[in-house]
Nanobody, 122 residues
Framework: QVQLEESGGGLVQAGGSLRLSCTVA????????VAWFRQALGREREFVAG????????TYDDSVRGRFIISKGINDNTVYLQMNELKPEDTATYSC???????????????WGQGTQVTVSS
């Protein structure tokens, strides 16, 4: 229903920053909500941050609130995740996903990107 293309992962030292990008293309959803999820090795996938298509409404998991910022480009179909003060426990594969409406519920997200690896060294 929605094609999502991620970029921006990599290796960074603890305390550093990275910015992830998620470009929404070929969407059959009208104004989809977009969220970032992450999955660390051996752990379940978890919600990180979400944003409405308008960019007005955002929500964060407690573990990243105050360090990560989700935003949407004004003139493009790209959602960004600015990750600051990174910690080794932020190491995971980060995926963006699209849902018909704004939600934190993973089961509501119907389209997923391929994922990008973020590794934070101590």
């Amino acid at each position: 229903q929605v094609q999502l293309e991620e970029s921006g992962g990599g290796l960074v030292q603890a305390g550093g920053s990275l910015r992830l990008s998620c470009t929404v293309a070929r969407s059959t959803l009208n104004r989809p909500a977009v969220a970032w999820f992450r999955q660390a090795l051996g752990r379940e996938r978890e919600f990180v941050a979400g944003i409405s298509w308008s960019g007005i409404t955002t929500t964060y998991d407690d573990s990243v609130r105050g360090r990560f910022i989700i935003s949407k480009g004004i003139n493009d179909n790209t959602v960004y995740l600015q990750m600051n003060e990174l910690k080794p426990e932020d190491t995971a594969t980060y995926s963006c996903a699209a849902a018909p409406s704004f939600t934190r519920q993973m089961r509501e997200y119907v389209s997923w990107g391929q994922g990008t690896q973020v590794t934070v060294s101590s």
